[in-house]
């Protein structure tokens, strides 16, 4: 993990304060000054959320239900971020794939970001700040009971639904990424 030089911090605050403008029903108890004010108190949380941006994530604050402390920004692109699919569940599944194992896995992009994936409640809070994954979907944290039998879960939104799936955690597609989320 690295700092950010100057004008890539200055790009990123001007991206985030555009799209947080732009979006204040996902965060109408929020001002930007004080995100603002508590990013810059914390430069290696700007590293993370430009790497959510620049894997096409849009992250942007959002108000969750049981997350009051500080700042939660959460990838709100339409679809799952373009730059984080295709990829299977984690490390052991990547591992495990025996023939045309992805280049990648969630759990690891996610760590390596300083980011974790949504939980299913994050995800359907999400839900209900607008209309999200309608064409692809996206690996949320899955329990240890289920993950230790090979599986993992996954959500998308369709028929004005959200719906929860299983997978093998090895297994990845075109149209299946995952959303990060970053405290502050």
């Known amino acids: ?21 732009k979006n204040t029903s996902r965060h109408p108890n929020t001002d930007w000054q004080s995100v603002e004010k508590k990013l810059l108190a914390h430069p290696e949380k700007l590293w993370s959320l430009n790497e959510m941006e620049a894997s096409q994530g ?19 692109a339409k679809e799952s971020p373009k730059g984080r699919r295709s990829v299977c569940y984690d490390h ?15 759990i690891h992009m996610a760590d390596e970001m300083g980011i974790t994936l949504l939980s299913e409640d994050q995800y359907r809070a999400l839900q209900k700040l607008g209309s999200f994954d309608l064409k692809t979907s996206s ?16 959500c998308d939104r369709r028929y004005d639904a959200v719906f929860v799936y299983h997978n093998g955690a090895d297994s990845y597609y075109a149209a299946r990424g995952f959303r990060g989320v970053l405290k502050i």
Do not use: H, Y
């Not at 690996?139 to 996954?154: D, H, M």
């Open 92 to 106: 052991a599944a990547l591992e495990a794939r025996k023939k045309f194992p992805p280049e990648d896995s969630a």
């Open 139 to 154: 690996w949320v944290q899955t329990p240890e009971a289920i993950r230790s039998k090979g599986g993992a879960l996954f």
């Open 58 to 76: 849009e992250p942007d604050v959002v108000e969750l239900e049981n997350e009051s402390d500080g700042f939660v920004f959460v990838d709100c």
């Open 1 to 21: 993990m690295a700092l950010l030089t100057e004008e890539q911090q200055a790009e990123l605050l001007a991206n985030l304060k555009t799209r947080f403008g």
